[in-house]
T-cell receptor
Framework: DGGITQSPKYLFRKEGQNVTLSCEQN?????MYWYRQDPGQGLRLIYY???????QKGDIAEGYSVSREKKESFPLTVTSAQKNPTAFYLC?????????FGPGTRLTVT | QQQVKQSPQSLIVQKGGISIINCAYE??????FPWYQQFPGKGPALLIA?????SEKKEGRFTISFNKSAKQFSLHIMDSQPGDSATYFC???????????FGTGTRLLVSP
């Protein structure tokens, strides 16, 4: 069964803790992305990676970090420096111009 | 220059009616314009996409109209059904496609 897997679906953390969101794809796509979704603000790009061992900041990268050690994996770490981390996080991958999204992880920080 | 402006923010349409969502962009380097459909708690899914070499693209009940001179494009959902109730996002990408820029979304409710 091909696709993008994000785990867990719901994640709860205390303020001040770093948390890592998982994203795995078995579509053999080179490019992968992390978006953040907040009500009324659409999808905003956090980081993206066009190839293994390379990634670029998106529009709202502050307080986040990523790694791309394997083609199929693109984990996102939400650090304690992120001021408003509670949001719905979406991972995506693409081949040419077709972007496919995972099911998302809802992160709640209290 | 990277913004895509989407309207309306929400829309209520009766079953069988036509739903129309509009988007506008500034960056003339954009040359790929997809629409995504998202159900609550799920990731967005590609619905239909268009490139500037055509003014209209139709797939089933979904049509994109594109006006290059006005830098606007719109999604028309014909014969809207309750199952179409979802949030719709327009997006744009430039030549070479490195990343998508999204509109703020339209929440569509189709009443029975």
């Amino acid at each position: 069964d091909g696709g993008i897997t994000q785990s867990p679906k719901y994640l709860f953390r205390k303020e001040g803790q770093n948390v890592t969101l998982s994203c795995e794809q078995n579509l053999n796509h080179d490019a992968m992305y992390w978006y953040r979704q907040d009500p009324g603000q659409g999808l905003r790009l956090i980081y993206y990676s066009q190839i293994v061992n390379d990634f670029q900041k998106g529009d709202i990268a502050e307080g986040y970090s990523v790694s791309r050690e394997k083609k199929e994996s693109f984990p996102l770490t939400v650090t304690s420096a992120q001021k408003n981390p509670t949001a719905f996080y979406l991972c995506a991958s693409s081949i040419r111009d077709r972007v496919y999204f995972g099911p998302g992880t809802r992160l709640t920080v209290t | 220059q990277q913004q895509v402006k989407q309207s309306p923010q929400s829309l209520i349409v009766q079953k069988g009616g036509i739903s129309i969502i509009n988007c506008a962009y500034e960056n003339t380097a954009f040359d790929y314009f997809p629409w995504y459909q998202q159900f609550p708690g799920k990731g967005p899914a590609l619905l239909i996409a268009i490139r500037p070499d055509v003014s209209e693209k139709k797939e089933g009940r979904f049509t994109i109209s594109f006006n290059k001179s006005a830098k606007q494009f719109s999604l028309h959902i014909m014969d809207s059904q309750p199952g179409d109730s979802a949030t719709y996002f327009c997006a744009a990408a430039d030549t070479g496609f490195q990343k998508l820029v999204f509109g703020t979304g339209t929440r569509l409710l189709v009443s029975p």
